[in-house]
């Protein structure tokens, strides 16, 4: 069985500082990781995602995440925030059947 | 090239009652899926379908039903509609598994659907 959790419901920075958002991961085998971001009224986008390569992922809009097997993290990181990083974002493991299991999500706010 | 299309974008409905929410995508994904998306507890999956044909159940598919005629459409189906239903459902595809290979397979999400049972 797989499991997700992020560790944050809520997150708030002020623009131009950087966003730390935590997940943590259970597996009984090498996953496949994402980050997910949803805007408000919107279908979810992939920001990022790790596939047994390089362990420190980049991603779109300024976004990375680094893996660590040792503390099964995968958190999401960006050294500056924007006003348009507002937004909710999902942490999610996928086995190698396709099932994909989400975590509760973190919603960001950035204060100007 | 429209993406994931979904419809309609907000529907309520009386216990009991029966709909269909559809879902059509123009990427000729072999991979759709339907979430849905309830405060604190993420995405979950409801039902899914590796091909035209080929449904699964996901995580929590009680009440729901889907079918896969062809390969652009995979409509679910509420055919009792129970309070417990109220959600956000969100439909999404991908050219494969998700897992299978993860390099050519992130999932195309719709805007979703806002569906109130009362």
């Known amino acids: 069985a797989q499991s997700v959790t992020q560790l944050d419901s809520h997150v708030s920075v002020s623009e131009g500082t950087p966003v730390l958002l935590r997940c943590n991961y259970s597996s009984s085998y090498s996953p496949s990781l994402f980050w997910y971001v949803q805007h408000p009224n919107k279908g979810l986008q992939l920001l990022l995602k790790?596939?047994?390569?390089?362990?420190l992922v980049k991603g779109i809009n300024g976004f990375e995440a680094e893996f660590k097997k040792s503390e099964t993290s995968f958190h999401l990181t960006k050294p500056s925030a924007h006003m348009s990083d507002a937004a909710e974002y999902f942490c999610v493991v996928s086995d190698s059947w396709g099932k994909l299991q989400f975590g509760a999500g973190t919603q960001v706010v950035v204060t100007p | 090239n429209a993406g994931v299309t979904q419809t309609p974008k907000f529907q309520v409905l009386k216990t009991g009652q029966s709909m269909t929410l559809q879902c059509a995508q123009d990427m000729n994904h072999e991979y759709m899926s339907w979430y849905r998306q309830d405060p604190g507890m993420g995405l979950r999956l409801i039902h899914y379908s590796v091909g035209a044909g080929i449904t699964d159940q996901g995580e929590v598919p009680n009440g729901y039903n889907v079918s896969r005629s062809t390969t652009e459409d995979f409509p679910l189906r509420l055919l009792s509609a129970a309070p417990s239903q109220t959600s956000v459902y969100f439909c999404?595809?991908?050219?494969?598994?998700?897992?299978?290979?993860?390099?050519?397979?992130?999932?195309?999400f719709g805007n979703g659907t806002r569906l109130t049972v009362t």
């Open positions: 790790y596939t047994s390569a390089a362990t």
């Open positions: 999404a595809s991908s050219y494969s598994s998700p897992g299978s290979n993860p390099n050519n397979s992130p999932l195309h």
